[in-house]
Structure formats: structure tokens, C-alpha cells
């Protein structure tokens, strides 16, 4: 069994096709306990998702899931924020206005420019690293979410410009992120989208999560970020490893943005 899946999209997603009910059978047939389902809630004006998420539809979508699915599947209320940092009245509003399991904390953009599109990779290499990971920190200290999602996920497409980056070049700007993080309570999300792509890691890369163990994080979460079916559940077990070998035995489960203990199983040979 695959304890979670907390980081899974839908059609309420722009750039999703998937119904929530799909990705449920998805997830019972991968063998998946709990499921978060968290879609894009983005309020800059220059992204596709801008203002694309209908709250009350999504919610009306997964009390209908949690009804057709309560023998078989944990649903757990997710949302990915993006940039909560920059739009916290707004965030705060939503936040408040439904009772969510929990929240993502998401940075797509640094400025103008996202980093999914290859524009923001004119600069050095060096330099397109730091800026995400300072604009980040800001992000970690200023803005109110349960997890932080995808922490190095600038390196999904920054590796195919520049080839793989070593995180110990930024070593002082990941540390003051995660510091800010255990600080908080923020749980660190373990994303395996990037090992869908040519740079076959998670995001954040291991040697973060040791850090993140050293700088006294306690809570993590793992999820496939899947925007189609076939992705649900994928390089899960890669994530749990990878949490293993960096000292943790429990991931975070949340119910009602509260976090508490579930234990990481052993590799399971079966699989
Ligand atoms: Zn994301
Ligand atoms: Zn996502």
C-alpha cells in the first residue's frame, strides 16, 4: 500500500482533464490509502490558471467522492496555492471560506517570468537558482500554507538548459527556506514530477530533505502531482526511500490543516 497522494490535479485544474472521480478509481487501483486532491489557485494575472478555479463546483465535485468512494478512500480537501506570498488577502479569504485539509504553497513565477518558461532561463545558471530560492524564502516567511510543494521544481526545466545544478552551490539560500519552514510547522512536500522528465529526480532533490532533518523539520508529504490518470501514484516509492534514507520514518496526514504522524512503511518487495 501506498500510504498518500497528496498532490493530485483535476478539471477544475486549466491544465488538467482528468474528473476527480477518475483519479479516485485511479488511486484505489494503485493501491493508494488517502488522496489530497489540490488544484491551482492562481491569481497572477499572466497565468493560464489565473482565476480559473471554482471553489464551490470543486467542493460540490469532492463531497460527491468522498460519498461514492467512503470504503475505499481517504479524501482529503487540498488547494495549491501560487504565490500565497503575493496575493495574501485574497488567499486568506479562500482559506478561511472553506474547511480545507490543507494547503500547498506554490512559486511558479519569480517576478514577470515563470519557470516554466524557458525565458527565465536567459540568465546564468547560477543566477536563475538563487533568485528562485531567495523570492522563496519571502515566500516560506511571509505567506500562510501547510505545505511547501515542489521546493527546487525550478530545476525541472533548468536542467534541460544548463544540465543537472548541485544544491549544495546554494546550500545558505535551501537552508534559510527550510529553517523558516521547521520554524513554522510547514510540512515539505516530496514531488515526483520531475522523474517524469529528463532530469529523473524528485524535487526537492535528497540531499535537501537530510537538511531539512538537520535544521529540525518534522512534518513531510508525498505526492505525484499528477495532472492524468496514469500518473497517480507514480515514483511514490522513490519518494519514500529517498524520506527514508534522509531519517524520516512518519509522513504528515492532515485533516482540518492539522498535521499528525503516519508511519513511512518499509520497501515493500511485492511491488
Ligand atoms: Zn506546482
Ligand atoms: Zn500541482
Known sequence: MIPQDYHIHTNYSCDCKATMKDMCQAAIEFGIEEVGFCDHYDL????????????????QALQRCRKDFQDSLTIRAGIELGEPHLFQDDMQEIL????????LGSMHWVGSKTVFDPSYFNAPAEVAYRTYFLELAKMVTHANFDILAHLDVVKRY?????????????ESE??????????????LEVNTAPLRR???QVAPSPVILSWFQEEGGRWVTIGSDAHLIEHVGFGLETAMSSLRSAGFDHLASFESRRPRPMPIPQDDINR
Open 96 to 103: 478561511k471560506n472553506y474547511p480545507w485539509d490543507y494547503s
Open 158 to 170: 533548468g536542467f534541460d538548459i544548463y544540465g543537472a545544478y548541485d544544491p549544495l552551490q546554494f
Open 174 to 187: 535551501i537552508r534559510d527556506v527550510l529553517s523558516i519552514c521547521a520554524e513554522r510547522g510547514i510540512a
Open 198 to 200: 529528463p532530469i529523473k
Open 44 to 59: 497572477m494575472p499572466e497565468d493560464p490558471c489565473y482565476a480559473f478555479f471554482q471553489a464551490d463546483a470543486w467542493w
